[in-house]
Nanobody, 123 residues
């Protein structure tokens, strides 16, 4: 199971750090990712990270503002979001999969999902 947390209400230009804690199994060997879904929009790729943390991948428009990292000792993945914009408002989901290629951007290929955490950026 994956448990996402850290969302909230923040003003434009602010920062948030999302966490995704895994339990029930060890996700240290899994590729993991963050996705987001705004109202009436499709779920979209945000960032992904390899099992070791050595490789990271970002949606082109988010590169430079968002940073994904992981701590396998804590079974946790993080998403640091800086310089937030109102268009970043969405429910953010973490996902994991043991077999996909790290950096996979298709959300349908991930087997394990967190429950989502709401991020709201006010202008």
């Amino acid at each position: 199971q994956l448990q996402a947390s850290g969302g909230g209400l923040v003003q434009a230009g602010g920062s948030l750090r999302l966490s995704c804690a895994a339990s029930g199994r060890t996700f240290s060997s899994y590729a993991m990712g963050w996705f987001r879904q705004a109202p009436e929009k499709e779920r979209e790729f945000v960032a992904a990270i390899s099992w070791s943390g050595g490789s990271t991948y970002y949606a082109d428009l988010l590169k430079g503002r968002f940073t994904i990292s992981r701590d396998n000792a804590k079974n946790t993945v993080y998403l640091q979001m800086n310089s937030l914009k109102p268009e970043d408002t969405a429910v953010y989901y973490c996902a994991a999969d043991p077999t996909i290629v790290a950096g996979t951007r298709d959300f349908q290929l991930y087997d394990y999902w967190g429950q989502g955490t709401q991020v709201t950026v006010s202008s």
